[in-house]
């Protein structure tokens, strides 16, 4: 099974925490981490699951081209999302809500991308979270050559973690045997870049399991490009946080790539397009039931005194970003034509131009009787 | 100054001009630092500027585009040169489904200035992947520019507006005219870069091409005109976009066109430009557009290479089957 001995983990599946040599150094992180850090933890979790579900519901009732849940990889995504620091870069593969939502792109946002109103969706440079891609692997190399340029302007390795920045770029098993991934393995090594590769094992790409991409643990492909690795437990947020903290720190600080596995499981289908059954069965996913990442958590904090309250007032949120996100979504409004032809180019270009006059004027051709 | 130099070594300079006025242009590309390239294109600036701005990468193409992708986001210039134009297609997805996408993608957000050089092209009896003319994919693909000099004068010039585009540029340098000098101007005042330009006026058939084919149009211009034929002989410069005005302009005068590539000629660059011209030009021309082309076979083994690439007996062919009409 794919939780091994080298599989890092502070939160068991009952919600208690684990004691080991291997992790006294993240147990001390998550020791300083207050009450309301924690409640943050749960609350992003259960809302970006919230929205998720809200998001298949749109898919399924016709309003989105394609849904892509993260449904079960949560706790992967908030602890390693809240362990970058405001001046870090992170590179999305395409299922990163939950990330997204921390660094503060709207939900909507990314439904615009799958509603067909726009290939981007938000302005990557306000927000230092970048757009999705989705031929997969190739953000992996687009990470890298900003890491290197983090190096070549000298913002990193200068003592200051404060200030020091460092990237984090998200891939997935199966993106893990693309070309792009390795060739990005190496240039992060050669180049000594500060960053960290951050891959989400949710044991399928599409249908086939990751055994077919490897019958190693993936995190010894980190290894073996002698960058140090780390297998985690991917639906452990607290495991999740302390382990990225530290591998982003030691990347700002100049100490070269880091590179994280985490296992987890993707708790619905690839997309709306997909059919689980087909490829796996009920027993196994029940048994990633059991190691949801919210249900364990949420054992954690009531175990700490959490309130009820507290619980009711983050599935209130949850339900409230779901109206509002089908609100908005709904609204959402095809974008003008000139948006096809405009940035196509940033210097002026003559076809274009061409074209885009000749659009409006056959366009206005019809007069008003389309 | 005007100097007389190789367009190896006037690229070399235009580099070198480019890097000093901006410190955010890089070089990158496999061998180009310590060796200074395979053709010592790059020769000598990894001396003055370093390796952090001339980096020998690992051997891995895609890995070269994708990384200056990166470096582009966080606001350097770079140019990667890839070894030989066979190898370019390990980096293909990232020119076409990421490198030419990303501007429109993120809708005038962020810029992608990347220079990718490319040593392309014939003439050079070297094994196989190293003799191919690959414009077409790229003069194809929205979001890209193709710019292609055929002198040393232009070299230096283009790639110099090739780094300062603000969008993503493939530049074609044809091997065979590595090595032939010329002059070249290095304080004048250089034409625009996606302009093509009339470098031998004539009035019986107008006769285009870029790269290595413009020296070549220009001898079947001289074999010609002892026949008592007239070539006017067009350089496209920039093959994407292409500029028509001065093709339309001759055409309307010569009533003929002979377009000539190295590429084969299937779905070529030399296609699209028969059928503008066509379109633009139809009630001028005497006969149809012809063009003179590659075969459409695999770039064969060298000792056949003189038989696949155009030369001037095919082209003074087409020019006389043309006139024929």
């Not at chain 1, 939502?101 to 509603?115: E, H, K, M, T």
Request: include cysteine; charge should be negative; proline fraction near 5%.
């Amino acid at each position: 099974m794919p939780y091994t001995e080298a599989t890092l983990q502070l939160l068991s599946i009952d919600g208690t925490l684990v004691e080991s040599d291997r992790t006294a150094e993240y147990r001390a992180l998550v020791d300083k981490l207050n009450d309301a850090q924690l409640q943050n933890f749960y609350r992003e979790m259960v809302v970006t699951r919230r929205f998720d579900i809200e998001s298949g519901n749109l898919q399924r009732q016709g309003q989105l081209a394609l849904w892509v849940p993260s449904l079960g990889q949560e706790a992967a995504q908030v602890g390693s999302g809240f362990a970058t620091r405001s001046q870090d870069t992170i590179f999305p593969s395409y299922r990163e809500h939950a990330v997204a939502r921390i660094r503060g792109i709207d939900p909507v946002a990314i439904l615009s991308l799958l509603r067909g109103v726009t290939n981007g969706g938000w302005n990557p440079n306000d927000s230092k979270f970048r757009l999705y891609t989705l031929v997969l692997a190739t953000q992996t190399l687009h990470a890298v050559g900003y890491a290197m340029g983090t190096t070549m302007d000298g913002k990193s390795g200068n003592g200051k973690p404060d200030l020091d920045e460092a990237t984090i770029v998200y891939f997935g098993d199966g993106a893990s045997s693309e070309g792009d991934s390795n060739e990005a393995l190496v240039f992060a090594q050669s180049y000594h870049a500060p960053i960290v590769f951050f891959l989400q094992n949710n044991q399928y790409a599409i249908s086939v399991p990751v055994s077919r991409q490897s019958r190693s643990p993936l995190y010894l492909r980190g290894e073996g490009f002698g960058i140090p690795s780390l297998q985690i437990d991917g639906n452990d947020v607290l495991i999740s946080y302390a382990v990225t903290t530290v591998a982003l720190d030691d990347a700002r600080a100049g100490k070269g790539p880091r590179f994280i596995e985490a296992q987890t499981y993707r708790l619905g289908a690839h997309t709306t397009s997909d059919d689980p059954t087909k490829y796996r069965g009920q027993a196994e996913e029940d048994l990633w039931k059991e190691r949801d990442p919210i249900s364990r958590f949420e054992k954690f904090l009531r175990a700490k005194g959490e309130s009820d309250k507290f619980f009711a007032a983050v599935k209130t949120e949850g339900e409230d970003l779901a109206a509002d996100v089908r609100a908005r979504v709904l609204a959402l409004t095809p974008p003008s034509t000139d948006t096809m032809f405009d940035h196509v180019y940033t210097d002026e270009h003559p076809l274009i131009a061409a074209q885009k006059a000749w659009l409006a004027d056959y366009e206005a051709s019809y007069g008003d009787s389309r | 100054m005007s100097e007389s130099l190789s367009m190896a070594k006037a690229i070399n300079l235009g580099l070198q001009r480019a890097m000093r006025e901006n410190d955010k242009v890089l070089l990158m590309g496999e061998d180009i630092a310590t060796l200074g390239g395979v053709f010592r294109v790059t020769e000598g600036l990894k001396t003055e500027f370093g390796e952090n701005r001339v980096l020998d990468t690992p051997l891995a193409e895609s890995g070269i585009v994708g990384t200056a992708i990166g470096l582009a986001m966080r606001g350097y210039r770079p140019v990667c040169e890839i070894q030989f134009d066979g190898f370019v297609f390990p980096a293909f997805d990232q020119i076409m489904s990421q490198l030419a996408k990303q501007t429109s993608r993120h809708q005038g957000d962020q810029s992608f200035p990347v220079v990718i050089r490319i040593p392309y092209g014939g003439h050079i009896g070297a094994v196989e992947h190293h003799q191919e003319s690959p414009e077409a994919y790229f003069a194809h693909t929205p979001g890209l520019r193709v710019l292609s000099p055929a002198t040393p004068n232009d070299g230096f010039h283009m790639i110099q507006q090739a780094i300062q585009s603000n969008d993503p540029v493939i530049f074609l340098e044809p091997k065979a005219r590595y090595w032939p000098k010329g002059d070249v101007d290095l304080d004048g005042t250089p034409a625009p870069a996606h302009q093509s330009r009339v470098v031998r006026t004539g009035t019986d058939v107008t006769v285009v091409g870029h790269g290595a084919m413009v020296a070549m149009l220009l001898d079947a211009a001289e074999v010609a005109k002892g026949e008592g034929i007239n070539l006017e002989v067009i350089d496209l410069r920039s093959l994407s976009p292409v500029d028509y005005e001065p093709i339309v302009a001759s055409v309307e005068k010569t009533g003929r066109l002979v377009v000539a590539q190295e590429a084969s000629g299937n779905a070529s660059l030399g296609s699209e430009i028969a059928a503008t011209v066509s379109e633009r030009a139809f009630y001028f021309l005497q006969a149809p557009v012809l063009r003179v082309s590659g075969f459409d076979v695999p770039f064969p083994p060298a000792n056949l290479e003189g038989i696949f690439l155009p030369d001037v007996d095919r082209i003074l062919d087409a020019v006389d089957r043309t006139r024929g009409y």
